[in-house]
Structures are given as C-alpha cells and as structure tokens.
C-alpha cells in the first residue's frame, strides 16, 4: 500500500511540473517571440466603410519599438487575439503602396488571402510612428467590426514565416487595431419645381401678392355716365399687371395668346399693327405695348420678346401669331428668378368715322417654365 501511494505521489509530481511548463510556453506560443512587445498608436484608417465599397484605401499607423524592422503583416480577421485562428472578415486585400510616412526606404505590398505582407529589401530603424496608406482594398459586404493585426519583422523573410493566425513566424513586436464597416448614410432632400405666375388689374410686386389679385379687365377710355368711352381726341390708355417667380433652370417665356388681333365690334373693327407702331390720335388704332420689366429681386432679368422689343413710349402692335396655337412671345428670362413684375399697356383711339359700338378683344398670358 505504501509503495503505491508513493507512485502516484511521483505521477502528480510530474503532472504538475508538465502543467507549469506548458503555463510558461504558452505566453511564447502565442506571442511567437520571447521578446515582443505591443505596438503603440496603432488604428488603421479607411477612406470609406460603406459596406462593399470597392477601390478603398486603408491608412495602417503604428509605433514600433527602437528596432530595425523589415517586414510587416497585417492579417484582417474577425477577432483581435494574435495566435489564434483569423477567421476572414470577408476584406478583399489591397497591394498598392500609395505612400509611407516615417520610413526612408522603398516599401511594397502583396496580398493573400486575408492577409497584406509589406516589406523592403532594406531593413530600417524607425523614429517613432510610421505609417503605410495602402490601396485597392475592398470593404467586407456586410456591416461589422474587422480587427487587423499587425506583426512587425526584421526582414521579409521573417515576416513570410506568417503563414496563418496560428502561425506567426519569430516577429518582434505585434497589436491589433480595429474598425468597422457599415451601411451607407442615404441623404435625401427633394426640391420640387416652383412656378407662381399672376396676371392682375392691380399692381402685384411679390409672390405673396398675388393671393390678392384682382380681375384684369381692361376699360380704355374717360368715364362718361358710370362707363368708359374712347373718341378721336386721344389715345386712351390702361394697364395690367403680371408676377412671375420660379425655380425652372432653362428659364421661362410670357406669351401673349387671344382670339383676334383687333377690337371688334360686329362687324367693325378698330385694327391693330403686327409691328411697334406709334398710334396717333384719331387714327382709329389698337395695340399692346410691353414696358421694360423692372430688375427682379433675384435671379435672371426678365426680357421683351423679338416682336415687342423695339417699342418705345407711344408705339403699340398686336404681333400676327397672337392668334396663333401658343400665342406670341412678350417677355422670356433665362433662368431661375424671384419676384419679375411688370406692366402690359393696351391702347386706343378712335377715329371721327369709327361706328359705334361696344368694341372688345380677349386675351391671356400663358406663362411656360423650361426645368
């Protein structure tokens, strides 16, 4: 009984002396060097982490220890922890050095599998913090956290002695970094096409003006028993009023469109020139005359149409295609513009022969923006 309680005293000796060797080659397994330290300042950059995003570079920082270094593999897995199996976090690995910072020498880069190797055939002691923007990477295609890790070698053979995330060759130093890949921010901010366009009998200067138009009728002539009348001693004058704001980037044309190009009354008729032509009193004459429009408060400046733009104080016209499928054109502005107002003038005079009679023309503003 004795001699048995003896060997199993020795088999627990030797039990526990294999178990505290294994406890103390387990920190050299897993770090692959007796010495190594940890990496400072270590993150890598991405120049975008939408998910999928192609052609990304990513901004590898770290600072090593006072050590001349060779070589560095960067293995970009699903967890941090050196040693252990790098399960892939699905990035597509880049291989264009773009540039260094805080190395002297020629730096180049190969890709396989998960894993970047970059090295020099002149090993080099840095300063302080270097830097490796490498390019060509593809982000993982769905949103997560990726952990790169980051082993430092004396030469580029040292560092092709990392073949997996368990077998990490004899670097000297080693960190993890992370950062995460996700889902595209979509930002969207509809603008929708503005027009507000009024035709008035009173003045109307703004947009919110034109809520208050009024009729645009207009009586020509000197009231005479509660109703207008024109004769041969002048030329008898009113206006009407328009206001134009939109947002339409190829800009908007004022065309003046009517059923007939005369004032009409039966049979007879007080007859209108197709060209600016100055009406004299007594001549029995009709016509429209196009101010210049006043400079908007923003945008592009309203301008007289071809037909109309020659005319000046006393010279009226009603131009032939008035009447025809879209009217003609009076004003136009090239572009966007806020708060356009202007004035239209009709004029008449009647002559000594003219009959009698209630004479009357209809027309609109048909006001066209091009988006």
Same mark, same amino acid.
């Given at each position: 009984?004795?001699?048995?309680?003896?060997?199993?005293?020795?088999?627990?000796?030797?039990?526990?002396?294999?178990?505290?060797?294994?406890?103390?080659?387990?920190?050299?397994?897993?770090?692959?060097?007796?010495?190594?330290?940890?990496?400072?300042?270590?993150?890598?950059?991405?120049?975008? *982490? &939408?998910?999928?995003?192609?052609?990304?570079?990513?901004?590898?920082?770290? =600072?090593?220890?006072?050590?001349?270094?060779?070589?560095?593999?960067?293995?970009?897995?699903?967890?941090?922890?050196?040693?252990?199996?790098?399960?892939?976090?699905?990035?597509?690995?880049?291989?264009?050095?773009?540039?260094?910072?805080?190395?002297?020498? %020629?730096?180049?880069?190969?890709?396989?599998?998960?894993?970047?190797?970059?090295?020099?055939?002149?090993?080099?002691?840095?300063?302080?913090? $270097?830097?490796?923007?490498? *390019?060509?990477? %593809?982000?993982?295609?769905?949103?997560?956290?990726? #952990?790169?890790? $980051?082993? %430092?070698?004396?030469?580029?053979?040292?560092?092709?002695?990392? %073949?997996?995330?368990?077998?990490?060759?004899?670097?000297?130093?080693?960190?993890?970094?992370?950062?995460?890949?996700?889902?595209?921010?979509?930002?969207?901010?509809?603008?929708?096409? =503005?027009?507000?366009?009024?035709? *008035?009998?009173?003045?109307?200067?703004?947009?919110?003006?034109?809520?208050?138009?009024?009729?645009?009728?207009?009586?020509?002539?000197?009231?005479?028993?509660?109703?207008?009348?024109?004769?041969?001693?002048?030329?008898? =004058?009113?206006?009407?009023?328009?206001?134009?704001?939109?947002?339409?980037?190829?800009?908007? &044309? $004022?065309?003046? &469109?009517?059923?007939?190009?005369?004032?009409?009354?039966?049979?007879?008729?007080?007859?209108?020139?197709?060209?600016?032509?100055?009406?004299?009193?007594?001549?029995?004459? /009709?016509?429209?005359?196009?101010?210049?429009?006043?400079?908007?408060?923003?945008?592009?400046?309203?301008?007289?149409?071809?037909?109309?733009?020659?005319?000046?104080?006393?010279?009226?016209?009603? +131009?032939?295609?008035?009447?025809?499928?879209?009217?003609?054109?009076?004003?136009?502005?090239?572009? +966007?513009?806020?708060?356009?107002?202007?004035?239209?003038? /009709?004029?008449?005079?009647?002559? +000594?022969?003219?009959?009698?009679?209630? #004479?009357?023309?209809?027309?609109?503003? $048909?006001?066209?923006? *091009?988006?």
């Amino acid at each position: 009984m004795n001699r048995l309680a003896v060997i199993a005293k020795r088999y627990s000796y030797a039990a526990t002396a294999a178990l505290l060797t294994a406890a103390m080659l387990l920190p050299a397994f897993i770090m692959g060097s007796a010495g190594a330290e940890q990496l400072e300042n270590r993150s890598v950059e991405v120049s975008s *982490s &939408k998910v999928g995003e192609a052609a990304v570079t990513y901004h590898i920082t770290f =600072t090593p220890t006072a050590t001349e270094i060779g070589g560095v593999v960067v293995d970009f897995c699903t967890g941090p922890i050196p040693g252990t199996t790098c399960t892939s976090a699905g990035v597509v690995v880049g291989s264009t050095v773009a540039d260094t910072d805080g190395l002297s020498e %020629t730096w180049t880069a190969a890709a396989s599998g998960t894993k970047l190797t970059l090295s020099t055939t002149t090993p080099e002691t840095p300063a302080g913090a $270097i830097t490796f923007s490498v *390019s060509g990477f %593809t982000n993982p295609g769905t949103a997560q956290t990726v #952990y790169p890790r $980051i082993f %430092t070698y004396a030469t580029a053979g040292a560092a092709a002695g990392y %073949t997996s995330g368990t077998v990490t060759g004899t670097y000297i130093d080693n960190g993890s970094a992370a950062f995460a890949v996700v889902q595209e921010i979509d930002v969207t901010a509809i603008v929708r096409e =503005t027009l507000t366009f009024c035709v *008035s009998g009173t003045a109307v200067a703004t947009a919110a003006s034109c809520a208050s138009a009024t009729t645009p009728s207009v009586d020509l002539g000197d009231e005479q028993d509660n109703v207008h009348v024109i004769d041969a001693l002048d030329v008898h =004058t009113a206006s009407i009023y328009y206001h134009l704001s939109t947002n339409a980037a190829n800009g908007t &044309k $004022i065309n003046l &469109k009517g059923t007939n190009l005369n004032l009409v009354s039966g049979s007879a008729s007080i007859n209108s020139a197709s060209t600016p032509t100055e009406i004299a009193a007594g001549t029995a004459a /009709f016509g429209v005359r196009v101010d210049t429009p006043a400079v908007p408060e923003e945008g592009a400046a309203l301008t007289r149409g071809a037909d109309v733009a020659g005319a000046v104080a006393d010279e009226y016209s009603v +131009p032939s295609a008035v009447t025809g499928a879209y009217g003609a054109p009076l004003l136009q502005a090239a572009g +966007p513009v806020l708060n356009a107002a202007g004035d239209i003038t /009709f004029g008449a005079t009647a002559s +000594p022969n003219t009959p009698a009679g209630i #004479y009357t023309a209809k027309y609109s503003l $048909i006001a066209t923006p *091009s988006y």
